[in-house]
């Protein structure tokens, strides 16, 4: 089944605690991205990923890193988390970076930082 | 630059009843227009989307949506509503010439009543 999976679907951390959370299609999709979901926002684009080795800042990035080592996989990673990092994170592919391609959105990760 | 505006954060009808949910964008180059649906606990998924060739465009579920440029619009409608459409929905906009960085509304959450 064509999918992309997010590990851990909820997690409740410290402030501080550097952590990571995965991110998987197999699609063969060339783009995917990182956002955030807090309530009466919608969702803003953390990172995004062209393709392999090639990734870029979208609109709220700081406190956060990517990186894209393979095409499949696109890690999110929290070195410091704060409490203020507390929301709701959706992984996405795309075929291509083209503005007329739909995503395809993981299930989410529920992220608590206390 | 692009920007959207989801005109109401909350729409309630009644099962059976028409479903309007408004979206107003601002593009500087050609737009491409999606609806997301989202429904609780679940990642989101297409609806419908235009990418500059029929203005108005059939999606999944019933639903669609109506590209007007004068206007600047891509409501979203559905002639008669149903319990299982309760769900957040989103408006996105993309535009060709600028960074590849999807524009999401804040949502519109849809409440139906029996």
Redesign the interface.
């Known amino acids: 089944e064509a999918q ?1 999976t997010q590990n851990p679907r909820y997690l409740i951390t410290v402030t501080g605690k550097k952590l990571t959370v995965t991110c998987s299609q197999n699609m063969n999709h060339e ?1 995917m991205s990182w ?1 955030r979901q807090d309530p ?6 953390i990172y ?1 990923s ?1 393709n392999v080795e090639v990734t ?1 800042k ?2 709220v990035p700081e406190g956060y890193k990517v990186s894209r080592k393979e095409k499949r996989n696109f890690p999110l990673i929290l070195e410091s988390p704060s409490p203020n990092q507390t929301s709701l994170y ?1 992984c ?1 592919s795309s075929p291509r ?4 391609n ?2 395809f ?4 990760t529920r992220l608590t930082v206390l | 630059a692009q920007s959207v505006t989801q005109l109401d ?1 909350h729409v309630s009808v009644s099962e059976g009843t028409p479903v309007l949910l408004r979206c107003n964008y601002s593009s500087s180059y050609s ?2 227009l ?1 609806w ?1 649906v989202q429904h609780p ?6 609806l419908l ?1 235009y ?2 060739a029929a203005t108005l465009v059939k999606g999944i579920n019933g639903f669609e949506a109506e590209f007007k440029k004068s206007e600047t619009s891509f409501h979203l409608t559905k002639p008669s509503a149903h319990m299982s459409d309760a769900a957040e929905y ?1 408006c996105v906009v ?3 010439g600028g ?4 524009t ?4 519109t959450s849809l409440i139906v009543h029996p």
Do not use: C, H, W
């Open positions: 992309v783009y956002y009466g926002l919608g969702l803003r684009q995004y062209m870029d979208g609109d959706f996405a970076a083209r503005v007329e739909e995503q959105f993981g299930p989410g | 954060s737009p491409s999606f997301y606990n679940k990642g989101l998924q297409l989307k990418t500059s989103f993309s535009e060709s960074s590849y960085i999807p999401f509304g804040r949502g």
